[in-house]
């Protein structure tokens, strides 16, 4: 049973009784509600129209559950300037998260991970073929979606951040097994695969909720920064987590030979730089041993700690740019939606 929000007269929204997510996710219940719905009818479209087969795919990979993260940005967002969620907004969050699943589906096809959120993935049960095509129809009805808005402005953006995704795991793929990737290259890539649609998901709420240019503009910031701390703590949380708290294996990147910063910063400061080179130029039967003596090196450096404040410091920098908008509730969600990522342990 859905709660009573309480509005404390303090500038502060509480949920009384319920856990952080249903709090944070209060002011738009209803809303997410329907952005779900929207998804779980993509399988069922009349319009599409897909034979059995395929629909018995896509219901599977979209009923997946998730933390809604983007689509609940971009609704929250829109409440900012006092505007109800409408259709258009509705229809912009569904996308959102339409190309969030898209990317995921395609991310474990190319590192052939077996699950996500602790369930089988698409390439893990019917193969990488159809992998890719299921990931496509959904990237596709995703923009389907974005065009329900009528405005070019986030079609626009829209395309653009599906090219940075794309460019952003194709980085990736062409550096991995290479000690020449730095940190420069390690933000531009995370900023294509993760930040990129935490900016689109922030921007278009901003513009269908009516902001101001320079409040638009300040929520791309907002999502620029939330997106790269949200990718560096999941690249911290693949050394300091577990695969059950995680739903997928840990260590995975550095197993794949895909320098994510812990490793970077250690590589830096020496402390693990002979043992991530000894395992990166390693013939494949060697690897295994190898990784191990990889990852202990870069846990008892201090990489992870330093990871951990960059982390902060983006978190710090979403923080300041929530300071101009106006007090109300979706504020106070966002703000606590921060604390949230920053503190997340899956």
């Not at 059995?52 to 967002?77: F, N």
């Not at 900023?191 to 513009?207: H, M, P, Q």
């Not at 960059?310 to 604390?339: G, K």
Request: hydrophobic fraction near 40%.
């Amino acid at each position: 049973m859905r709660k009573t929000p309480v509005w404390d007269g303090q500038g502060r929204y509480q949920l009384l009784g319920a856990d952080a997510k249903e709090r944070i996710y209060t002011p738009v219940a209803e809303d997410l509600d329907e952005v779900i719905a929207n998804i779980a009818g993509v399988a069922e479209s009349e319009t599409t129209g897909p034979p059995p087969e395929i629909e018995a795919r896509l219901a599977q990979v979209l009923a997946t559950p998730g933390k809604r993260i983007r689509p609940a940005i971009t609704l929250l967002v829109s409440k900012l300037w006092g505007r109800v969620p409408d259709e258009r907004t509705i229809k912009m969050a569904t996308a959102v998260e339409l190309l969030h699943i898209a990317s995921l589906i395609h991310d474990d096809t190319v590192d052939s991970a077996d699950t996500r959120r602790g369930h089988a993935t698409a390439s893990n049960l019917w193969g990488g073929n159809i992998a890719v095509l299921l990931g496509d129809f959904v990237f596709a009805t995703s923009a389907t979606f974005v065009c329900d808005t009528n405005s070019v402005r986030l079609i626009r953006r829209f395309a653009q951040t599906i090219a940075e995704l794309s460019r952003g795991e194709l980085n990736e793929i062409l550096e991995s097994w290479s000690l020449k990737t730095d940190r420069k290259k390690y933000l531009e890539r995370i900023y294509d695969k993760t930040a990129s649609l935490f900016s689109t998901s922030a921007e278009s709420g901003a513009v269908l909720g009516e902001g101001d240019e320079e409040s638009v503009a300040s929520l791309r910031r907002y999502g620029y920064n939330l997106g790269m701390a949200y990718q560096v703590l999941d690249d911290l949380l693949d050394y300091e987590s577990s695969p059950e708290l995680l739903g997928k294996p840990t260590a995975n990147d550095l197993a794949n030979g895909v320098l994510t910063l812990p490793a970077i910063l250690a590589i830096e400061s020496g402390d693990a730089s002979e043992a991530v080179s000894a395992f990166m130029t390693a013939p494949v039967a060697d690897r295994p041993r190898l990784l191990t003596v990889a990852y202990d090196a870069i846990c008892g450096s201090d990489a992870l700690r330093r990871s951990r404040q960059i982390a902060n410091d983006y978190i710090s920098e979403a923080m300041r740019s929530l300071e101009p908008l106006p007090p109300s509730p979706s504020r106070d969600a966002l703000v606590e939606l921060t604390d949230y990522i920053r503190d997340r342990q899956f």
